[in-house]
């Protein structure tokens, strides 16, 4: 079949008749026969649809499955107290069911499988909330959150599918911030100082690093295809520097100064030093980069604005202000230009 | 490739019997609980309503409170149980901090966790359905069923006359479409159509 398909436009030079549908054109396409501007004017002449014909077919069923939707969410939510708990679990329960069969009959490797799997991963979480909300036995919502984690662990690591990997370890992120808050420092905010809120950010992001770490090694060294996609990188890359720049700008503008605030402090210097080295020489990868040079930005103009308010004392007036809005103009434009050079310097070493 | 969906499946089964374990777990507690009722502290409960949701503060707490403080100062564990006493209503009152010893027949236990100096059992919370507010600002007890080694599952609220206050399930009410007699009647075509200003 597809030595014809090939040999199609040499045939085409003696005068016999052929029949040229749409699909026939799609098939020289995926040979090569076709390019891409004579596969769509080949179809635009075969099979023509007016463009407000397509806006519409496409718009009805977009607004239609939205509202199909909809409706599933309203009827469960106006009805949720008539449902018994245990009609409420076995309908949850099928649901699972029915993903996990769907994933497996789909084929774990496909994307629909994949997919599925993670549908069946939310559903967990589901139920765990509606077992959280029915039974009130005052379970800690961290419990629910490390309990949902743990469950869906077995899937995660058989999946093969990144964006499953990062939900799950947004679920430990979120089960060790609501640990914190309900265990280790009861009671305090985030950032009370005074009781050692800090350390969790510290925590954090060391968890965070070590997972973007694990990844990085997994492709580059492994080769693991379904950890490549770049917004991985980005994603866990801008949640190291978040969790330490929080404290960073706490210490940098004298806020507070404690172990979990220098630590973080440190971390940052460390974590911006093998970022620009890393995500200029060894993977290039310029949106990383400039997450690095945004965060550096963001301490050194707290540190800059620490002095400059020193300095005018209590009563610091517009004066003062229009200075360090100058320098926050100055200090982004210097950091844009460094990234300008340095992109077209990354550019020119891959090309 | 077998292998791994083996997995797949054995994971799944974990997660069903993980699941349904802690649900009938919970269903039992439900079944042969002892009824118990923990008094409300006094104050205003709507000042407590999060929208769908009311924080309890139980009286047991502030009664308790010096023996919280001091296990609290000589102790590192955070969980441990409390001996109460339940009166003729089924409320309980506070009697001791239980450590390990024998209980007198009319004695129950209380699991509990110590949190910011204070006991918690737990159910801090109860959740309603949006716009019943009012309803439940009347609560004076909360209804716990306890098991004999001082499990609790809140189950619900009881006003000061011990009646169980149960939410309107027919939907919040903010929602639901006005009963069709109060609709202006269509059936009848109009004679004369007046217009606005004549």
Redesign the interface.
């Known amino acids: 079949m597809p030595d014809e398909e090939t040999s199609f436009d040499t045939e085409m030079a003696d005068d016999r008749d052929y029949t040229v549908d749409a699909t026939t054109v799609r098939r020289l396409y995926a040979d090569g026969v076709l390019d891409e501007a004579a596969r769509d004017a080949g179809l635009e002449w075969l099979e023509y649809t007016p463009a407000w014909w397509r806006w519409a077919n496409r718009t009805l069923l977009f607004t239609g499955s939205a509202l199909a939707l909809a409706g599933v969410v309203f009827f469960f939510a106006f009805n949720w107290a008539k449902l018994t708990p245990l009609v409420k679990f076995a309908m949850l329960e099928t649901a699972l069911l029915l993903c996990l069969a769907a994933a497996w009959r789909a084929g774990l490797d496909g994307l629909t499988g994949k997919i599925l799997t993670l549908g069946a991963s939310v559903l967990t979480g589901a139920t765990l909330a509606v077992f959280g909300q029915v039974y009130q036995t005052g379970v800690d919502a961290w419990e629910l959150f490390a309990a949902w984690a743990a469950l869906i662990l077995g899937w995660v690591v058989i999946a093969k599918f990144g964006a499953l990997w990062l939900m799950w370890i947004v679920l430990v992120n979120v089960a060790l911030l609501l640990y914190w808050g309900q265990v280790v420092v009861p009671g305090a905010e985030l950032n009370d100082v005074g009781r050692g809120g800090w350390g969790v950010y510290v925590v954090l992001a060391v968890i965070n690093f070590i997972a973007l770490a694990a990844r990085e090694y997994a492709v580059t060294n492994k080769r693991i295809e379904w950890l490549a996609g770049e917004w991985l990188r980005w994603v866990m890359w801008a949640a190291v520097l978040f969790y330490l720049t929080i404290p960073g700008v706490a210490l940098a503008s004298g806020a507070s100064q404690n172990k979990a605030t220098i630590a973080a402090g440190a971390l940052l210097s460390v974590a911006v030093a093998i970022g620009q080295k890393y995500f200029r020489k060894i993977a290039p990868d310029l949106f990383a980069l400039t997450l690095c040079v945004f965060s550096a930005c963001v301490v050194v103009i707290t540190l800059i604005g620490r002095v400059v308010f020193k300095f005018s004392g209590r009563d610091f007036g517009a004066g003062s202000l229009l200075l360090m809005g100058l320098i926050v103009i100055g200090v982004f434009a210097l950091a844009g230009l460094w990234l300008r050079a340095t992109g077209a310097e990354m550019k020119g070493r891959r090309s | 490739m077998k292998k ?2 083996s ?6 089964l ?3 019997v ?3 374990g ?2 009938w777990q ?2 039992h507690l439900l079944r042969t609980g002892e009824v118990m009722l923990l008094q409300l502290a006094p104050r205003d409960p709507r000042s407590l309503m999060q929208g769908d949701y009311m924080t309890l503060r139980y009286a047991l707490m502030e009664e308790s409170g010096q023996a919280a403080a001091e296990e609290a100062t000589q102790t590192t564990a ?1 969980k441990g149980a409390l001996v109460v006493k339940l009166d003729d209503h089924q409320v309980a009152r506070f009697v001791r901090v239980h450590k390990g010893e024998n209980l007198a027949p009319d004695e129950r236990l209380l699991r509990y966790r110590l ?2 100096g204070e006991f ?8 309603f ?1 949006e716009g019943q507010a009012e309803l439940y600002a009347r609560a004076r007890y909360g209804e716990l069923r306890v098991s004999s080694t001082g499990e ?4 619900g609220l009881r006003d000061e006359n011990f009646d169980l206050l149960r ?1 309107d ?4 009410s903010r ?1 639901s479409l006005p009963p069709i007699k109060d609709l202006p009647d269509f059936s009848q075509t109009p004679t004369q159509i007046s217009v606005a200003g004549s």
């Open positions: 791994r969906t997995i797949f499946w054995v994971a799944s974990v997660v069903f993980v699941i349904n802690l649900i919970k269903q955070t949190r910011e918690s059992v737990g159910a801090e919370s109860f959740f359905q609790s599952l809140l189950v939410g399930t027919d939907g919040d929602f």
